[in-house]
């Protein structure tokens, strides 16, 4: 008796692995995918929901957003893990070119960073425009700062910036610098959670929806500008990159419909991505 | 690897006697440098019922197991005629032990067990089950789960299962001890017909009466070594030696 | 903490709603970890029982490493499972990075190891009491082995449970390997650490309590099974 009962699982069993099993070769079987390296910054905003499913709906190919920290993106279509590579580090991304791990690097949009922080503002940045000057009176206050710490696109204009400044931020960051080896999303948290300062791109604060106590404290300085840029992977260093559908992709991310659809994407009726691509 | 009794080499001498069932040659014994065994020399007929008798600690449990090839002797050999082959060998003891060991099944699956092990077809198995349940007087309880029988109904069960198998030699390691005297008294009438069928029953026991009742030769341990091995009723009139009549007489000896 | 109670409202409300996405995310954690689970115990019970049942040199150490195994962080093991599958791996070729099926792979490397581990110690327990009674009987170790584990198959039931709880709540490798991708390769949990990232909290915790649920499922249903089977075999 309990070995028709034992049996019966073994079936059940079997037909749940055959049925995975067809799952997956149906998967395979299915129309054209590409996949796309990109950073959690970008899909945080919300921006690929909006503007992919037009471009499915136009080309019939599939777009998989592979959302890592921008030198995982860089890292992973190093070895070829994908098509296309769609980040925010424009000095890194010819490098990437440079060294022939993509084809041709193009402009597709930009937004700006901001810093956020408390509302009670301890570092007395109260709007100012000067990022230079914003950063320095967080150095001088000893304000807790978190970096993204992560050699994104986020943190490498932080660095930057730090550096533009003048402060050496390995030297001068004292306690009150910390970096949290994360994401975007998470590294607001973790401001939220400590009622610290942090720089943001716009588009990820505007769709963050755990602003607790925290509020844009200083933004419009010119060098708060962020490119975004957008690369095939180099199909002859990696044989099996979707090297036209990926093209199609980038043409249109590049084009016409593709820049539109990124101006049409607003959220609660800001738009948090400029085309630029000046194709 | 090897957890039982390695094949011996037939002697000229035991070709000649068949009629030996079990036989000890010089064999010691050790656990931990205590010595256990102390060169037992015997031989035991095949026929009758034999029954080993002794105080606590005179080796009999392991002196059965090395019959049955659990344990390997120190130095020394076992002989069981006819020897040629392990897979004969291992076809031809069964053993009985004092607290049943039950597969988590139902009491017919139990006995199905033993001889779906031998390689039997599911006829033959069903016949031999149903006989099995009948001698043991279990019918009623074939379908039952074997745990939940009575201590009684489960030596009952273990020795069908033990007899199911067509062991030349059985072997019984104090299997009443625990029994009501109804179990007891179904399990000694296994033993008796399972002995008249030509099967050699080789048994511990402490129970005095029940080795009058049920031996036909005693062999007699204390401290590893074999103090007598006589027929029953000489035993009994004389057992030879003054730790025998010591544990006889229900005193305790050194 | 009215996060948690909002979660709640979140929760009930996407369940009784049978939201979309939410099936589809939750449709394809059972499925990735379900069949993980099922492999890894076929796998697990037969290193389990063949470790408790054969004696060779060197077992002890195969036991050591196993158990150490079972304190392998997954994120640890989800990037060597990366740079297997990578295009630029040795398994580059197959092309499985960002599907379910790298996914199903790292879990059964990760849970493999506690199952092993966890019907070894069932299995020794048993082999303890049946060890005179199979030497006796002549087995032979795989017949030991086979009777073993049908002897012990509610205890192995628990271990393949304790597999799945193991599974399903696993991020850290899953997240690597399958790039948690929408309508691809996005699990609960998976999930969960993305809407986290995106702040969006009640939701978060919303997801994290309907996993829960699932799981609870998941367990009772073997338990139902179980105990209904067991009352029948044993006193």
Redesign the interface.
């Known amino acids: 008796m309990k070995m028709i009962l034992f049996y019966r699982l073994a079936l059940t069993m079997s037909l749940v692995v055959f049925a995975n099993v067809v799952m997956l070769a149906a998967a395979l079987a299915q129309p054209v995918t590409i996949i796309v390296q990109s950073t959690t910054s970008t899909q945080n905003s919300g921006l690929f929901d909006f503007i992919l499913p037009k471009f499915t709906a136009q080309t019939g190919i599939t777009v998989n957003v592979v959302a890592v920290g921008t030198g995982q993106a860089l890292k992973n279509g190093r070895n070829g893990d994908g098509d296309v590579l769609l980040v925010h580090a424009k000095s890194a991304e010819e490098q990437f070119i440079k060294r022939g791990f993509g084809v041709k690097r193009f402009d597709v949009m930009y937004n700006d960073f901001v810093i956020i922080g408390p509302k009670n503002d301890p570092a007395k940045l109260g709007g100012t425009v000067g990022i230079l000057a914003a950063l320095a009176k967080i150095v001088q206050s000893k304000s807790p700062f978190i970096s993204r710490g992560d050699d994104s696109g986020t943190n490498k204009k932080e660095l930057q910036l730090w550096q533009k400044a003048k402060i050496n931020i390995v030297e001068k960051g004292g306690s009150w610098y910390r970096e949290s080896g994360s994401g975007m999303g998470a590294t607001l948290n973790i401001a939220a959670g400590m009622s610290a300062y942090t720089m943001s791109d716009r588009a990820t604060w505007l769709a963050f929806k755990n602003k607790a106590g925290l509020k844009i404290l200083s933004e419009g300085d010119p060098l708060l500008f962020n490119q975004y840029g957008v690369m095939l992977i180099n199909p002859s260093k990696h044989p099996h990159v979707n090297e036209k559908e990926g093209q199609i992709f980038i043409d249109w991310l590049t084009g016409k419909e593709g820049q539109s659809a990124i101006a049409a994407y607003k959220l609660e009726g800001k738009q948090l991505f400029f085309p630029n691509a000046g194709r | 690897?090897l957890?039982?009794v390695e094949p011996q080499i037939q002697s000229d001498a035991m070709q000649q006697a068949p009629d030996i069932a079990v036989s000890f040659r010089n064999v010691e014994f050790s656990i931990d440098g205590k010595r256990l065994l102390h060169k037992l020399n015997c031989e035991i007929g095949k026929a009758g019922k034999t029954v080993i008798m002794g105080p606590n600690g005179a080796g009999k449990s392991i002196f059965l197991r090395m019959i049955?090839?659990?344990l390997k002797p120190e130095s020394g050999e076992i002989f069981i005629p006819p020897n040629d082959s392990e897979q004969q060998r291992?076809a031809d003891?069964?053993?009985v032990?004092q607290n049943p060991?039950l597969?988590?099944?139902?009491v017919s699956a139990n006995i199905a067990?033993?001889l779906k092990?031998q390689g039997h077809s599911k006829k033959t198995i069903a016949r031999l089950v149903s006989e099995a349940l009948v001698q043991a007087k279990l019918e009623d309880r074939a379908q039952m789960?074997a745990?939940?029988l009575s201590g009684g109904e489960q030596q009952r069960l273990a020795m069908a299962r033990a007899l199911v198998m067509g062991s030349s030699i059985l072997l019984l390691d104090e299997a009443t001890a625990n029994l009501d005297p109804a179990s007891t008294f179904i399990v000694e009438e296994m033993v008796d017909v399972a002995s008249r069928a030509g099967t050699k029953i080789i048994f511990i026991t402490h129970d005095v009466r029940q080795a009058k009742r049920v031996g036909d030769d005693i062999l007699f341990l204390h401290k590893g070594r074999i103090l007598a091995h006589k027929p029953k009723d000489a035993f009994f009139k004389e057992p030879g030696s003054e730790e025998a009549q010591a544990y006889l007489d229900g005193r305790v000896i050194e | 903490m009215e996060e948690i109670g909002n979660a709640f409202l979140i929760a009930f409300d996407l369940l009784r709603s049978r939201d979309a996405a939410l099936m589809e995310i939750v449709q394809l954690s059972l499925w990735v970890s379900i069949i993980a689970v099922a492999i890894s115990c076929i796998i697990g019970f037969f290193i389990g029982a063949a470790l408790s049942v054969y004696r060779f040199p060197g077992r002890k150490v195969i036991v050591v490493v196993i158990n150490a195994l079972m304190g392998l962080p997954p994120v640890v093991l989800g990037l060597i499972v990366y740079l297997l599958l990578s295009r630029s791996g040795p398994l580059g070729v197959l092309g499985l990075l960002y599907t379910p099926t790298a996914m199903i792979i790292a879990q059964i490397l990760l849970i493999t190891p506690l199952v092993s581990a966890l019907c070894l110690q069932v299995l020794e327990e048993f082999n303890r009491e049946y060890d005179e009674f199979f030497r006796s009987l002549r087995l032979t170790s795989l017949a030991k082995i086979k009777t073993l584990l049908w002897e012990a198959r509610f205890g192995l039931l628990t271990v393949g449970l304790a597999g799945f709880g193991r599974a399903i709540s696993e991020v850290g490798a899953v997240m690597i390997v399958g790039g948690n991708i929408n309508h691809a390769t996005r699990i609960m949990t998976t999930a969960i650490a993305l809407e986290t990232s995106k702040g969006t909290l009640a939701l978060a915790l919303a997801l994290g309590i309907i996993l829960i649920i699932f799981s609870i499922a998941v367990n009772a249903a073997v338990m139902a099974l179980r105990s209904s089977s067991k009352v029948q075999v044993h006193a």
């Open positions: 690897m957890d039982r049955a090839g659990l291992s003891i069964s053993i032990f060991v597969l988590r099944r139902s067990y033993v092990q789960p745990r939940q």
